[in-house]
């Protein structure tokens, strides 16, 4: 499967914003999707995902206010991003795979990954 991440930007502190990850050779329903963020110096940690099943996780510091879609139809996930902060400031990458509950934070666990976006929040 072929990911096509865009969406991202330059955004002042509590904007939103809403990023998009387009699926090609394979179908999203199919896939555990998660969202992952590298920022400058910094390892890539693990956003939100959801597997195949539909069960959905997020990390403790984007819990209420960012949220993991996905449309179908659109073979496309989304990850809608509220109340930014500023250390929200990363690459965010989308990436497939088959994974089990205890792997879908391990960015190990996905061999498919989007070229990524970039998002910046400004104060």
């Known amino acids: 499967v072929q990911l096509q991440a865009s969406g991202g930007g330059l955004v002042q502190v509590g904007g939103s914003l809403r990023l998009s990850c387009a699926a090609s050779g394979g179908t999203v329903s199919r896939y555990s999707m998660a969202w992952f963020r590298q920022a400058p110096g910094k390892e890539r940690e693990f956003v939100a995902g959801?597997?195949?099943?539909?069960?959905?996780s997020y990390a403790d510091s984007v819990k209420g206010r960012f949220t993991i879609s996905r449309d179908n139809a659109e073979n496309t996930v989304y990850l809608r991003m509220n109340s930014l902060k500023s250390e929200d400031t990363a690459v965010y990458y989308c990436?497939?795979?088959?994974?089990?509950?205890?792997?879908?934070?391990?960015?190990?666990?996905?061999?498919?990954w989007g070229q990524g976006t970039l998002v910046t929040v400004s104060s």
């Open positions: 959801f597997r195949w099943t539909g069960t959905t």
């Open positions: 990436a497939a795979g088959q994974t089990i509950a205890s792997t879908l934070g391990r960015p190990g666990a996905y061999p498919n």
